[in-house]
């Protein structure tokens, strides 16, 4: 039998200020290192690194790292178009590509496969991914896969991609049959994260990023839920210091998360406050709602049931429901979306009578229980209450 060592987890986290700064300063040249250690069995490190402005010195700490590598960038076509010039430099092979859902399938692995294969990359060559949550999962995949596996470096530059994909080491690409399906778990070499990316995301996008930011804060850390109730108009207006305290915050609670549990055993559940519910209205909703918007309504369906078993006041959960409105995010099922097809969307097999559900149950901010049950009448009430 082998038995996996608990994976030792060291966090180093650097120069960062542990109280928010509420005062119109722009803070720069804070660097927020975490350090993630997994021992599985052999020891791996790596260091998610936040910063504004990071991106400009990425030569310097790139040729440090991975020195003597030649260096493929693949990057979102998007963000070329709108950071040009900023981030790699004229000796580097840069394959562009269009970062769609649509195209995180196997084909595209195939095609950006046999590119680097055209130009020359072998197994010491370093693959780095710049873009959103679909460009970093596709290139990590293809960087798990190709020749067996070659290093590769996570530049993220959406909100959700910064604060929640990049971190954890999950890779994969869709089938026609559903996201996800096809992926692996393969660690970055290194993840440099700069929030001024964030500057040109659009807005309905970066509201996206602000569900998962909500949901990982109110699952840990009450001092963050006060400061996104306090800076909504600062973070939708893109002030710098407040994107680099959300953003490093949320990362370092990600990588601790996953740290203590690499390979989805247990605690990484707990960053599914609002999936279970999210995930059925995406599904009955045939995926025209946006993930962000449905984990938003979700995060509220399971406020609602926390209500009813009396472990939270009406209070906390209308204090929920301002924080994500505040964001512009919805917080009501829509009317078109049955009750009966959510709760079917669970898997629920109504023949299999011992079947569990387990949900996440938001307390007071920072605080979460989880909840197993076999009986669903309660979660039926819940969502109900939500419309
Ligand atoms: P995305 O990569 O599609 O990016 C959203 C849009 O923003 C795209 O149009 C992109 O071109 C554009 N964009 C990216 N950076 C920009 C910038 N700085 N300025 C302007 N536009 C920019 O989507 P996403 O929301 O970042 O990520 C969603 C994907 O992440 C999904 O495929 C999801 O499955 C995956 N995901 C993975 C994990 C994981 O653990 N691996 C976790 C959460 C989500
Ligand atoms: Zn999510």
């Known amino acids: 039998m082998i038995v996996h060592p608990v994976p030792r987890v060291t966090v180093m986290v650097e120069s960062i200020s542990h109280t928010y700064q509420k005062k119109n300063t722009n803070r720069r040249n804070v660097t927020v290192e975490i350090e993630v250690s997994l021992k599985r069995p052999s020891e791996y490190r790596y260091r998610i690194q936040c910063e504004c402005g990071l991106r400009k010195k990425l030569k310097g700490i790139l040729e440090e ?20 010039g900023d981030f790699y ?20 692995i195939e095609t950006l496969a046999r590119e680097l294969l055209r130009r020359g990359a072998d197994r010491s060559s370093l693959l780095i991914a710049v873009g959103g949550g679909v460009t970093g999962d596709v290139v990590g995949f293809l960087a798990s896969v190709y020749m067996r596996g070659i290093p590769f470096v996570q530049i993220p530059t959406t909100l959700v991609a910064q604060v929640d994909s990049s971190i954890g080491g999950k890779t994969g690409v869709d089938l026609p049959e559903g996201k996800n399906l096809i992926g692996t778990f393969y660690q970055p070499l290194w993840v440099a994260i700069d929030p001024e990316f964030l500057i040109t995301l659009p807005d309905h996008i970066l509201a996206q990023g602000m ?25 939708k207006s893109r002030k ?14 990600k990588a601790r998360i996953v740290m203590a549990d690499e390979m989805e055993g247990g605690l990484r559940r707990v960053l599914n406050l609002g999936h279970t519910f999210g995930h059925a209205i995406e599904k009955v909703s045939n995926y025209s709602i946006p993930h ?28 929920m429901v301002s924080l994500f409105s505040g ?13 009966e097809d959510i709760l079917e969307a669970f898997g629920s097999d109504k023949k299999k009578t011992d079947q569990e559900f387990t ?10 229980e989880l909840y197993a049950t076999k009986n669903l009448a309660l979660v039926e009430k819940a969502i109900l209450l939500s419309y």
């Open 65 to 84: 790292l991975a020195s003597g590598k030649r260096r493929f960038w693949i990057c979102d076509r998007e963000v070329v178009r709108k950071w040009a």
């Open 89 to 108: 430099w004229e000796d580097d092979e840069v394959i562009e590509w269009e970062a769609l859902e649509e195209l995180k399938n196997l084909h595209s």
């Open 211 to 235: 569900a998962e930011v909500i949901k990982t804060a109110w699952i840990s850390d009450a001092d963050l839920v006060k400061f996104l109730e306090e800076q909504s108009q600062a973070i």
């Open 240 to 253: 710098l210091s407040c994107l680099e305290e959300i953003v490093s915050r949320c990362a370092q609670i």
């Open 292 to 319: 962000g918007d449905a984990v938003a309504i979700g995060c509220v369906c399971a406020a609602q049931l926390s209500v009813l078993l009396g472990k939270i006041t009406d209070d906390i959960s209308a204090k």
């Open 327 to 339: 964001y512009d995010l919805p917080v009501k099922i829509p009317k078109l979306l049955r009750p």
């Open 359 to 368: 949900f996440v149950l938001p307390l007071d901010p920072g605080c979460f």
